[in-house]
Nanobody, 124 residues
Framework: QGQLVESGGGSVQAGGSLRLSCETS????????LGWFRQVPGKEREGVAT???????NYAHSVKGRFTISKDNAKRTLYLQMNSLKPADTAMYYC??????????????????WGQGTQVTVSS
């Protein structure tokens, strides 16, 4: 089993931007779907953005138009560019990798392979 290592979290004011990165190790061989999920205390983890092996992407309705997921297989890195951040985006963000039928299915199903998470805090 490979490792997923997130970085790039931090504290920003509403309207600001952050870019999260995830070192995807063995999951960068383009047979896995990759994605970003987030969780706040007391709530279930939810899908934020996913990308499948064809490069098709899928986003949660709440982040569509503000967040962009991308990957660089050569660098074995997954990214999440987050713009126009809102206090509601405050959460622990996790990188995930797994086999999937589609990016849309992965957004809902989640994964068995997670990173340790990186905290994003947006203040009003």
């Amino acid at each position: 089993q490979g490792q997923l290592v997130e970085s790039g979290g931090g504290s920003v004011q509403a309207g600001g931007s952050l870019r999260l990165s995830c070192e995807t190790s063995i999951y960068a061989d383009n047979t896995y779907c990759l994605g970003w999920f987030r969780q706040v205390p007391g709530k279930e983890r939810e899908g934020v953005a996913t990308i499948d092996t064809e490069g098709d992407t899928n986003y949660a309705h709440s982040v569509k138009g503000r967040f962009t997921i991308s990957k660089d297989n050569a660098k074995r890195t997954l990214y999440l560019q987050m713009n126009s951040l809102k206090p509601a985006d405050t959460a622990m963000y996790y990188c995930a990798a797994d086999y999937c039928f589609s990016a849309a299915a992965f957004l809902v199903a989640g994964s068995a392979n997670w990173g340790q998470g990186t905290q994003v805090t947006v203040s009003s």
